[in-house]
């Protein structure tokens, strides 16, 4: 009935700022780093699983996603010995993807799933090393991560019957 066809576009870009900023009391030369970045992507999938010219079983697929992502870093050196970073990220990614089977030779009903989601990322981080001798160095430091996480699932057949689904958090 049909050839099957797959189509994916993924676009994406990164970047980065580096400054060197000026030395300040108490936690001396100091540098900041910003990155970022976005990524999408897009796909398209028709399959006709019979493998004959009969419109007998077939699926169609899409989904698709974008995700953007940011880090700052922060270090410094106040002397020969101390030297300290600390950060933020955040992240966030979208995505949906919808799929339709027609009827299977009269006998399995039409199907149809809907599915969007959202990520949402945070993290802060603060560490040091303490450079002791010129082979000895000392390390500490810790980091804080928060993941919010939403999916909202719909699966639905010709006769009417459906099924949502949330999940919350993770």
């Known amino acids: 009935d049909f050839l099957s066809g797959q189509d994916n576009r993924f676009l994406g870009w990164t970047s980065?700022?580096?400054?060197?900023?000026?030395e300040?009391?108490?936690i001396g030369l100091t540098q900041m780093k910003l990155l970022g970045g976005f990524q999408r992507s897009e796909q398209q999938f028709s399959y006709d699983s019979d493998g004959t010219d009969l419109p007998l079983s077939s699926l169609n697929t899409w989904r698709g996603a974008d995700q953007y992502s940011a880090e700052l870093q922060w270090s410094g050196r106040p002397g020969d010995r101390l030297e300290w970073q600390a950060g933020g990220l955040f992240s966030r990614e979208t995505g949906f993807r919808s799929l339709l089977q027609p009827p299977i030779g009269g006998v399995v009903p039409r199907t149809q799933i809907d599915q969007d989601t959202e990520n949402k990322s945070y993290g802060a981080w603060l560490g040091g090393t303490?450079?002791?001798t010129d082979s000895i160095r000392l390390k500490l430091g810790g980091r804080w991560t928060k993941d919010v996480k939403r999916s909202f699932l719909l699966r639905q057949n010709e006769s009417g019957f459906e099924i949502r689904d949330r999940f919350l958090g993770c």
């Open 16 to 22: 980065t700022i580096d400054w060197d900023a000026p």
């Open 24 to 26: 300040l009391p108490l």
């Open 130 to 132: 303490y450079n002791a």
